[in-house]
C-alpha cells in the first residue's frame, strides 16, 4: 500500500508551522543529490541537523543582531561550551573576564584546561587595565569572551578598546544575555560572535531554557558542526516559543528598562542601602562607558545592604512580591541573595576574588507588576534604623 504524502496545507496561514518530524524524507535519488548532497534547494535531513521551525527563528535572529548567520542551542551554556569546543584547540589561549558567570569560569577553569587550552583570567572592574594586560598577552590569544554586562554589579567593557588591543585576526565572544538588543547591539562594535540565554530577555516569559549564537557566517558554521554532531539542539516547541516572544522583545525591554531606573533610583535614595549597581545611574563605575554602548539597562538592579548575611536574609525574606528565584527577563520580578544563590559554594577567599559582599542581593524587575507596588514592598522590606 503507498501512502499518501500530502502537501502542507494553509500555505497561506500568517505564522509557519510548528514541525515536529525527526525526519524528512527524500522522493528519489536527484533528490537526495540537491536537497542533501548539493543543498541547492531546501530539504531537510534528520532531527538533529535542522528543523524548519529552528530555521526560521534563525532568521529572526540574523536580523535581530544584525548576524551574518545564526544557530539555535538547547540553553545557554551548550550555546557557549559548544562555539569554545569548536573554536579552540590544545595549543589555544584565551581571555575572559574574572567576573564572568560562573559556569562560564567553570567551563574554562576546570574543563577546557584538560584538553591544553591555557586560560587568563583578568578582572573588568577596572576597563582600563583589563585592556592593558589584555594588549600585553594580544599576540599570544586566539578568542577573548566577554561579559556584558556582568552578573552580579553590571560591569562594562570598552568593545572598541578590547578590538583594538588584539587587532582584527583574534575572535571576541560576547554574552550579551543582560542586555540583548535594543539595549545592546554587541555585532556592531568589533564583535565576532555574540552569545545568549534565551532562557532570559529574548524569550522573556520564563517558561523556556534555550541558547543563541548569532554572527560571522565563517565561525558559526564551524560551530555548526559541533552543534549537529554532539546534539545540543533545542526541541521544535521550543524553537516556537522563542519565536513567539521575539515579537514582543522591543515592547518588554522597554518596560523592564524603565521599571529598573525606578527602583535603582529608589534604592540609591534610600538610608540604609550602601551600594547600587545599575548602568543607568551616575554612580555606577562604568556609567560612561554605559552612555557610549547601551540604548538600555535593564530590570536588573543589584544593591549591597552593609548587614550581615543573616540580616541581609532577613531583609529578602520580608518581600512579598518577588519570587526567590534565579532568573531574570521573566514576567515575575525576582530576587537573590547571591551569596545564598549564585555563589553559596563560594568561601570568602572566592568572594572577595570577585567582589561579592554578603550583603548582596540581585533583584530582576519583570514587567506584569507596576514599579510603583515593587518599591512599595522594597519600603516595607528594607530597615530604616
Same mark, same amino acid.
Given at each position: ?14 505564522? &509557519? /508551522? ?6 524528512? %524524507?527524500?522522493?528519489?535519488?536527484? #533528490?537526495?543529490?540537491?536537497?542533501? #548532497? @548539493? =543543498? ?17 527563528? @534563525? ?25 569554545? $569546543? ?6 589555544? @589561549? ?19 584546561? =584538560? ?13 582600563? +587595565? ?12 586566539? $578568542?577573548? #569572551? ?5 552578573? &552580579?554589579?553590571?560591569? $562594562? ?22 542586555? /540583548? &538588543? /535594543? ?14 540565554? +534565551?532562557? =532570559?530577555?529574548?524569550? *522573556?516569559? !520564563? ?18 558542526? %559541533?552543534?549537529?554532531?554532539? !546534539? ?6 521550543? +524553537? ?9 522583545? /522591543? ?14 533610583? %529608589? ?25 557610549? %554602548?547601551? +540604548?538600555?539597562?535593564? *530590570? ?5 545592604? !552593609? $548587614? ?41 577567599? !572566592? ?31 528594607? &530597615?530604616?534604623?
Amino acid at each position: 500500500m503507498t501512502r499518501e504524502r500530502a502537501p502542507d496545507a494553509y500555505v497561506n496561514s500568517v505564522l &509557519p /508551522p510548528v514541525y515536529y518530524s525527526a525526519s524528512y %524524507y527524500f522522493d528519489h535519488a536527484e #533528490h537526495v543529490r540537491t536537497g542533501l #548532497h @548539493e =543543498k541547492s534547494e531546501p530539504a531537510g535531513r534528520y532531527g538533529r541537523y535542522s528543523n524548519p521551525t529552528w530555521l526560521d527563528v @534563525e532568521r529572526r535572529l540574523n536580523e535581530l543582531s544584525g548576524a551574518e548567520s545564526s544557530l539555535l542551542f538547547s540553553s545557554g551554556m551548550a550555546a557557549h561550551f559548544t562555539t569554545f $569546543l569548536a573554536l579552540l584547540s590544545a595549543d589555544s @589561549e584565551v581571555v575572559l573576564p574574572a567576573e564572568s558567570y560562573r559556569q562560564v569560569r567553570n567551563v574554562f577553569k576546570e574543563i577546557l584546561p =584538560k584538553f591544553g587550552v591555557r586560560v587568563h583570567e583578568i578582572s573588568i572592574r577596572d576597563p582600563s +587595565a583589563f585592556v592593558q594586560r589584555l594588549a600585553q598577552l594580544a599576540d599570544r590569544v586566539g $578568542l577573548v #569572551h566577554l561579559e556584558m554586562p556582568s552578573s &552580579p554589579h553590571m560591569y $562594562l567593557i570598552d568593545v572598541e578598546q578590547v578590538r583594538a588591543a588584539v587587532g582584527p585576526d583574534t575572535v571576541i565572544t560576547l554574552d550579551g544575555s543582560f542586555a /540583548p &538588543p /535594543p539595549n545592546f547591539h554587541a555585532l556592531r562594535w568589533g564583535v565576532d560572535l555574540v552569545l545568549f540565554s +534565551a532562557t =532570559k530577555y529574548l524569550s *522573556g516569559h !520564563g517558561d523556556i531554557v534555550a541558547g543563541v549564537l548569532s554572527g560571522r557566517q565563517d565561525l558559526v558554521e564551524r560551530v555548526r558542526w %559541533y552543534r549537529d554532531t554532539t !546534539g545540543a539542539v533545542a526541541d521544535p516547541h521550543t +524553537a516556537f516559543l522563542l519565536r513567539r516572544s521575539l515579537d514582543t522583545l /522591543p515592547l518588554r525591554m522597554e518596560r523592564v528598562n524603565a521599571q529598573g531606573l525606578a527602583v535603582a533610583s %529608589y534604592l540609591e535614595a534610600h538610608p540604609r542601602v550602601s551600594q547600587v549597581y545599575y548602568t543607568g545611574l551616575p554612580s555606577h563605575p562604568h556609567h560612561k562607558l554605559a552612555e557610549h %554602548y547601551l +540604548a538600555g539597562h535593564g *530590570g536588573v538592579v543589584t544593591f549591597e545592604l !552593609g $548587614l550581615t548575611e543573616q540580616e541581609t536574609a532577613a531583609v529578602v525574606d520580608r518581600l512579598q512580591i518577588p519570587y526567590m528565584a534565579s532568573n531574570f527577563g521573566a514576567p515575575q520580578t525576582l530576587v537573590e541573595q547571591s551569596t545564598f544563590f549564585t555563589y553559596f559554594e563560594y568561601d570568602d577567599a !572566592g568572594l572577595r576574588d570577585i567582589g561579592v559582599d554578603r550583603s548582596t542581593v540581585r533583584l530582576a524587575c519583570g514587567y506584569t507588576v507596576d514599579v510603583e507596588h515593587i518599591i512599595a514592598d522594597l519600603e516595607q522590606a528594607l &530597615p530604616r534604623r
